[in-house]
């Protein structure tokens, strides 16, 4: 139950962020939202990144918001040179001030990531400071250092090292097998599962959210495209044009109630 918990928790929090930057393209393999990964006959497509069910729902809360917050800060806005541009490189560009206020949103991703339950290990702490550093530094140099300080997107970088500390943490043996066991079966459309991960096809046509997510069970990793249950359809409304005509509809019954009214085949 509390798995199930912690898969709609994480749907929950991320279905403003899939709404609003759905027409957005996928900013490679970092993205915190979306991926672009190859279905069975190898053709690429949009998925939605949802958080699996064997992470706990108060750690699954945490890396829904800090996905959300790095997306933001790394690639919320635009596009410049083929490089992806959030918030955090906009106000970088502010001379003095603007670096010093990046470093406070990068520590403040950095805090959240510590809450995880247990906390984080020393050298995954380590390593994400490392990150805020080098963007720190960078981003002092004008210019030039504000458009590698885009490019390297340290809050992005320690949202992925946030997902692969949950991995080590959370992921069973069995889960674990099946996802070697998919790696032999795909062959050559194969491509390396994200850390703290599952994979649900997006739909462009798809524009609601707000519907509960599907089920995925915590023994058996999944294709990215075949989340483990599917919406059951309750609540979906008939469609009038396919549904079979009631009694009272057909053609010969309103013809044999109009005769009854009007007197008609009276003997």
């Not at 199930?4 to 749907?11: D, F, I, R």
């Not at 829904?64 to 560009?93: E, T």
């Amino acid at each position: 139950m509390a798995s199930k918990v912690a898969t709609m928790v994480g749907k929950k929090m991320l279905g403003s962020e899939f709404k609003k930057y759905s027409g957005k393209k996928v900013a490679g393999d970092y993205d915190p939202l979306f991926e672009m990964r190859p279905d069975n006959r190898g053709k690429m497509k949009k998925h939605k990144k949802l958080i699996p069910a064997y992470i706990p729902e108060q750690d699954a809360l945490i890396l829904a918001k800090v996905r959300k917050r790095a997306y933001r800060l790394d690639m919320a806005l635009f596009n410049f040179m083929g490089i992806r541009f959030g918030w955090s490189s906009v106000i970088g560009l502010v001379p003095e001030i603007g670096d010093v206020v990046d470093l406070v949103m990068a520590m403040s991703l950095f805090r959240q990531c510590c809450k995880v339950k247990g906390g984080l290990d020393s050298s995954v702490k380590m390593k994400m400071l490392f990150w805020i550093f080098i963007d720190f530094i960078i981003g002092l140099v004008p210019i030039a250092g504000d458009l590698l300080d885009a490019s390297i997107k340290a809050n992005t970088q320690n949202c992925r090292l946030l997902e692969q500390h949950l991995d080590r943490k959370y992921k069973d043996e069995e889960t674990k097998k099946a996802e070697r066991e998919y790696r032999r079966t795909s062959g050559t459309n194969y491509k390396a599962l994200a850390p703290a991960t599952v994979y649900e096809e997006y739909d462009e046509r798809d524009r609601d959210f707000n519907t509960p997510p599907p089920g995925y069970d915590n023994d058996i990793y999944h294709e990215p495209s075949r989340p483990s249950r599917a919406h059951s359809g309750r609540g979906r409304q008939e469609d009038v044009e396919m549904a079979p005509a009631r009694q009272s509809d057909r053609p010969s019954d309103r013809t044999t109630s109009k005769k009854k009214k009007s007197g008609w085949g009276r003997g």
